[in-house]
C-alpha cells in the first residue's frame, strides 16, 4: 500500500471557508484576474474543444471565461462543478478540457491529483490551472515568524507553503502530461490598511487552513509585533503596505501520437505561450497598472 502523502491542508475546513466566502461576496479580484488572464492566453489557440469543465471555479471567475468560451469549446454549456479534487468521480477519457484557477494550491496530494486529471482527459485533452505559489505572501509569513519569536519564543504555521514553478513543472511531467509548460504572473498589491489584506484572504477562503495551526485566538502582543513588522520590511513612503501573490499557470496536453516530440532536455527553455500560440506576458515584479486595476487597495 502507498505511502499517503503528507497531511498539510484541512480539506475540510478549506471548503467550509470557500463555501462561506461565497456567500460573503467579497472582493475576488485576483481570482477574476487570473481568470482573465487565462482568457487571454487561451484567446489565440488553434483548435475547440468538444467536452470542457471547470473545476471548482468560482461564479466570478467562471463569468470572466464566459466571454471567450465559445471561440474554443464548441460544446453550448461548460459545466462549473464543485469537487473534492483529491478524488475525482470521473471517468477516464472524459473531457477535452479541464480548467482549474486558485484552488490546488490547497490540495495535499497535488502529484494523486495531477494524475487524475490526466487520466479524465481524453487523448490529446488539455489542462489549464492557475494556482498561487512561489513568494505568494512571504511577506506575512516573515511578519508572523518575527513576532511570534518574539512574543512566544516560537514559530507556529501561519501561511500555506507554496510550491515554486519549477517544481510544478516537474510534477505535470511525473502524472504523464504531455508538453508540459509552466508560467508565473506576479501581482504586488499595495494596501491602504493591512485589515483589507485579510479580508481580501477571506473574500478568496484563503486564511489559515493548515493543519498544524494554532487552534487558539492570536495574542494581542503577538498581533501587534506582527503589524509592527510588517510596517517597517513592508511599508512604502505614502503608508501602504506591499503584498505578493505569485499565480503559477500551468498546461499540460493528454498524450497522444499526433502531438510534436518533446524539446531535448536542456535544448530550449518552454512556455506557456509558445505551447498555447499566445503571446505572453512577461512575469516581472509587479503587474502594470491598468484600467480598473487593483494593484492599489483602499
Known amino acids: 500500500m502507498a505511502d499517503r502523502p503528507p497531511q498539510i491542508f484541512d480539506r475540510k475546513l478549506y471548503a467550509e471557508r470557500r463555501k462561506r466566502a461565497l456567500a460573503r461576496n467579497g472582493d475576488v479580484f485576483l481570482a477574476v484576474e487570473a481568470a482573465a488572464l487565462m482568457a487571454e492566453r487561451l484567446s489565440g489557440i488553434k483548435r475547440t474543444f468538444e467536452t470542457a469543465?471547470?473545476?471548482?471555479?468560482?461564479?466570478?471567475?467562471?463569468?470572466?471565461?464566459?466571454?471567450?468560451?465559445?471561440k474554443w469549446i464548441a460544446a453550448p454549456n461548460m459545466p462549473s462543478l464543485t469537487l473534492d479534487e483529491e478524488a475525482l468521480p470521473f471517468a477516464e477519457g472524459s473531457f477535452n478540457l479541464i480548467?482549474?484557477?486558485?484552488?490546488?494550491?490547497?490540495?495535499?496530494?497535488?502529484?494523486?491529483t495531477l494524475i487524475?486529471?490526466?487520466?479524465?482527459?481524453?487523448?490529446?485533452?488539455l489542462f489549464l490551472a492557475a494556482l498561487f505559489g512561489g513568494e505568494t505572501?512571504?511577506?506575512?509569513?516573515?511578519?508572523?515568524?518575527?513576532?511570534?519569536g518574539e512574543t512566544m519564543g516560537g514559530v507556529s504555521p501561519r501561511v500555506a507553503p507554496f510550491a515554486d514553478v519549477r517544481d510544478m513543472g516537474s510534477l505535470l511531467q511525473r502524472a504523464g502530461?504531455?508538453?508540459?509548460?509552466?508560467?508565473?504572473?506576479?501581482?504586488?498589491?499595495?494596501?491602504?490598511?493591512?485589515e483589507t489584506l485579510i479580508e481580501d484572504l477571506r473574500a478568496l477562503g484563503e486564511t489559515n487552513m493548515l493543519i498544524e495551526r494554532l487552534k487558539r485566538p492570536l495574542r494581542r502582543d503577538t498581533l501587534a509585533a506582527m503589524l509592527s513588522h510588517y510596517q517597517r520590511e513592508n511599508g512604502n513612503t505614502d503608508g501602504r503596505l506591499n503584498a505578493?501573490?505569485?499565480?503559477?499557470?500551468?498546461?499540460?496536453?493528454?498524450?497522444?501520437?499526433?502531438?510534436?516530440?518533446?524539446?531535448?532536455?536542456?535544448?530550449a527553455r518552454a512556455r506557456l505561450a509558445d505551447a498555447l500560440g499566445t503571446k505572453e506576458?512577461?512575469?516581472g515584479d509587479a503587474v502594470p497598472p491598468r484600467p480598473g486595476d487593483p494593484s492599489h487597495k483602499h
Open 137 to 148: 505572501l512571504h511577506e506575512l509569513r516573515a511578519a508572523f515568524a518575527a513576532a511570534e
Open 53 to 70: 469543465l471547470a473545476l471548482n471555479i468560482r461564479p466570478e471567475c467562471f463569468e470572466a471565461l464566459r466571454p471567450h468560451a465559445d
Open 177 to 194: 502530461f504531455a508538453l508540459p509548460v509552466t508560467d508565473v504572473e506576479r501581482t504586488i498589491v499595495r494596501y491602504r490598511r493591512f
Open 281 to 283: 506576458i512577461p512575469a
Open 244 to 267: 505578493t501573490f505569485d499565480v503559477v499557470y500551468l498546461a499540460g496536453w493528454a498524450p497522444h501520437e499526433s502531438q510534436q516530440k518533446p524539446l531535448r532536455p536542456g535544448s
Open 99 to 112: 480548467v482549474s484557477i486558485l484552488s490546488l494550491h490547497a490540495v495535499n496530494d497535488l502529484p494523486g
Open 116 to 125: 487524475q486529471i490526466r487520466r479524465a482527459l481524453k487523448p490529446d485533452g
